[in-house]
């Protein structure tokens, strides 16, 4: 077993850790794949040096390889009495790893490079780094073919100076030569320096990353949501119009049944007028053929006798009252007329008027409505529909009045209940229980649902620009009455050098300068409020992405005398 090793390790090419293939034999001795040593040297073209990867013989010009058949014979004999590819044994350098500089014959993995020594270590050669003293200040990194990169191309000192004018490494000797003057600094300052910047940014792609993730998250709510919402108007939408087709067929089938029912009674009137006028005709071919064989009696006595005995021929019996005929019949003499006029008329065509009628109606109602109904599918928009200008803005815009039953004792309102200041005394207002009694903020008469935009002027100290759920408390100034202190409450922190935003009496800081006006737009639907600084340009303050389960109220919190905010009447 230990010669079958002993084998493998014999034939095996040094590079590839493999049996010989196309085995050749360079003029130190040492063998190897053809195409191990080709691509081995390939890669030290550049350099002009050719060098055996064993030995670290070199050789110029780069040697003409031929096979070794002697040895190629032997390593296919090898294998028909069983000798296999060795298993690869991870402790020796493959062609893609780091060898240790220090092993010889068969060469093992680095584990460590050394800056100082400009050479890599096996685990056995390291050890004098970690025991000795003299080793102490030597910087260990992880093994890299690329040493060689650490050292002056000049002067061939290590690269241990980072000069900041040419954003570069050099050595101490490059200081005093072509760098000198230059801002210089230890590699090591510098990459602590990078290392921190490098952290910091670091921090800001993760922060940014988490928002993304967060804004992903909501958008795929958005898309649920929106999915929900679809899906539920059209179950509805088709109830409805189920619904519609439905009353219209009930109704187109009491149509048809009263046509019929009519159409009916109408025939049997005619036939039964039809029936007695047959009935008369009869009676009178009866008595005219009477008359006729008295006509032909030949014996005079005999006709005169006969004659009188005749009846006389009156009116019609049968009809006695005019309303035996239907509506429609013309009025039938005292003198027989020889036919029944029927008055022109359009039987149910009248009917069919009424319902053409109908479908006119009808068509303009679902035209109409048809038209209302694609321009509300139009108003259907997301989260990222959010408008980009201020005109955009102000098509949503929504006129403001506060309401006086709400106003603390110490706020002065103006005439038209839009502008809001602190006062010295207090105000003769009326009791009421949605008067705020701790707070000095007010609420908004107009509930707020859909989309709506507004803008307030404020001037002072400090303002509170608020929307808050109707039931917020009132009484008191404990937390759950203040703009911005609860969860029932989202406010714009106004002071004079800064602001920033107040929800569940948590306050986040807002970046930027301060400007005196600000446009508050909220999507109730999508359930998105967003605080802008107002000038010719329109700059994101901050936005909140929440749950609003019921409608708001705009609201106004102003801290000391003389701060005032008013509610801008936007065109």
């Given amino acids: 077993m230990e010669q079958n090793q002993l084998d493998r390790e014999t034939f095996s090419c040094l590079i590839c850790l493999d049996l010989l293939k196309d085995p050749v034999t360079t003029s130190c001795g040492h063998s190897y794949c053809m195409n191990c040593i080709k691509t081995h040297w390939d890669e030290e073209d550049q350099k002009r040096i050719h060098s055996c990867p064993q030995c670290r013989e070199t050789f110029i010009p780069r040697p003409v390889l031929k096979k070794n058949t002697m040895l190629a014979a032997l390593v296919e004999q090898l294998k028909k009495t069983g000798l296999q590819a060795a298993p690869a044994d991870h402790r020796y350098a493959g062609h893609e790893d780091v060898a240790c500089d220090f092993c010889t014959g068969r060469k093992l993995k680095a584990i460590k490079s050394c800056l100082f020594c400009l050479a890599s270590f096996c685990e056995k050669h390291l050890q004098p780094h970690y025991d000795s003293a003299a080793f102490k200040k030597h910087k260990l990194v992880e093994p890299s073919k690329n040493l060689q990169e650490n050292i002056c191309s000049k002067h061939d000192k290590l690269l241990e100076i980072f000069c900041r004018t040419d954003q570069k490494c050099v050595c101490y000797l490059c200081t005093m030569d072509e760098h000198k003057g230059h801002d210089t600094v230890s590699a090591a300052a510098e990459r602590t320096e990078r290392q921190r910047e490098l952290e910091e940014r670091r921090g800001n792609i993760q922060q940014r990353i988490q928002d993304r993730e967060k804004d992903v998250k909501l958008l795929q709510q958005e898309v649920e949501a929106i999915n929900r919402s679809a899906d539920k108007t059209v179950e509805d939408s088709e109830k409805i119009f189920t619904e519609l087709i439905r009353l219209l067929l009930e109704r187109s089938s009491d149509v048809k049944q009263q046509i019929r029912s009519q159409q009916e009674t109408e025939v049997s009137r005619v036939k039964d007028v039809q029936k007695k006028l047959e009935q008369e005709i009869t009676e009178l071919k009866r008595k005219d053929a009477e008359l006729e064989q008295l006509s032909h009696t030949e014996d005079h006595n005999q006709f005169l006798l006969n004659y009188p005995s005749l009846p006389a021929l009156s009116k019609s019996a049968k009809f006695s009252s005019l309303e035996d005929l239907p509506p429609y019949f013309e009025d039938i003499t005292a003198t027989h007329s020889s036919s029944i006029n029927i008055r022109p008329l359009r039987h149910f065509e009248d009917v069919t008027a009424a319902v053409s009628e109908l479908r006119d109606k009808l068509h303009d109602v679902l035209r109409d409505s048809g038209t209302n109904i694609l321009h509300r599918l139009n108003d259907v928009d997301v989260l990222l529909s959010e408008p980009k200008s201020r005109a955009g803005f102000l098509k949503y815009s929504r006129e403001i009045t506060l309401d006086p039953n709400t106003a603390n004792t110490r706020l002065g309102l103006s005439e038209v209940n839009r502008k809001v200041t602190l006062m010295n005394q207090h105000q003769s207002y009326s009791s009421h229980p949605d008067r705020f009694t701790g707070w000095w903020q007010v609420l ?113 919190w102003v801290c000391c005398t003389e701060d005032s905010a008013e509610f801008c009447k936007l065109k």
């Fill in 444 to 556: 908004s008469r107009e509930s707020l649902t859909g989309r709506c935009y507004w803008e307030v002027e404020w001037s002072g100290f400090q303002v509170r620009i608020a929307v808050a759920h109707k039931n917020i408390s009132r009484a008191g100034g404990k937390n759950e009455c203040g703009f911005g202190n609860n969860d029932k409450s989202w406010a714009l922190v106004c002071q004079q050098n800064r602001f920033s935003f107040g929800h569940n009496n948590i306050r986040t800081s807002i970046s930027g300068p301060v400007s005196s006006r600000i446009g508050v737009y909220l999507d109730h639907r999508a359930d998105i409020l967003s605080f802008y600084r107002v000038s010719k340009t329109m700059t994101l303050l901050h936005r909140v992405q929440t749950r609003f389960t019921e409608p708001l109220l705009a609201g106004v």
